[in-house]
């Protein structure tokens, strides 16, 4: 005897008790269109095994039928499906800087931590714009201005500016 899928199992015994799939929706609090891929079989629209395991158990519970069978029907099915097939590892993984940073700021209380961070930025920003002011009024302002535009005329001993030719005396 051939034993058929979750997916026809939970249809076949839905249609046998006359329930339509809002009903079922009604009783499991599952969405319509999931349970219609768990008719289907087309677990791939669902994230994690763990979602098709919870909503078959469920599914199955209200139909009456035989959970620990089907759990170990669909658990077969998921196995041959590429994006079940490894399930998620339980041993911790070693954790970096990043997620240290990132777990501190999700503890973090924002209504202190913002105006705090925006204090310490106003602070920083003052420290070095004291520091640059100092800086610049230590040095000679005129150090890098180089020579004047006007030379006076090589043979001349004038102190004013030289007169036109053309002028009368």
């Not at 519970?61 to 170990?72: E, H, K, P, Q, W």
């Not at 973090?108 to 920083?124: D, F, K």
């Amino acid at each position: 005897m051939v034993m058929s899928s979750v997916a026809e199992q939970l249809h076949d015994a839905r249609e046998a008790q006359k329930l339509s799939v809002q009903r079922i929706a009604e009783l499991t609090n599952i969405k319509t269109e999931q349970i219609r891929a768990l008719e289907e079989g087309n677990y791939n629209v669902f994230a994690a095994p763990l979602y098709v395991r919870g909503f078959v158990r469920n599914y199955a519970s209200i139909l009456n039928l035989n959970v620990g069978s089907i759990i170990a029907a669909l658990d077969l099915e998921l196995s041959q499906l590429e994006k079940f097939r490894e399930r998620p590892s339980l041993v911790p993984r070693k954790r970096g800087p990043l997620d240290f940073l990132m777990y501190q700021l999700s503890k973090m209380s924002w209504r202190v931590s913002v105006p705090l961070i925006l204090g310490i930025l106003l602070l920083a920003f003052g420290i070095w714009s004291y520091r640059s002011l100092w800086k610049r009024t230590a040095s000679d302002p005129l150090a890098k201005l180089g020579q004047g535009l006007y030379r006076y005329p090589p043979n001349s001993a004038r102190e004013f500016l030289p007169l036109p030719t053309n002028a009368p005396p």
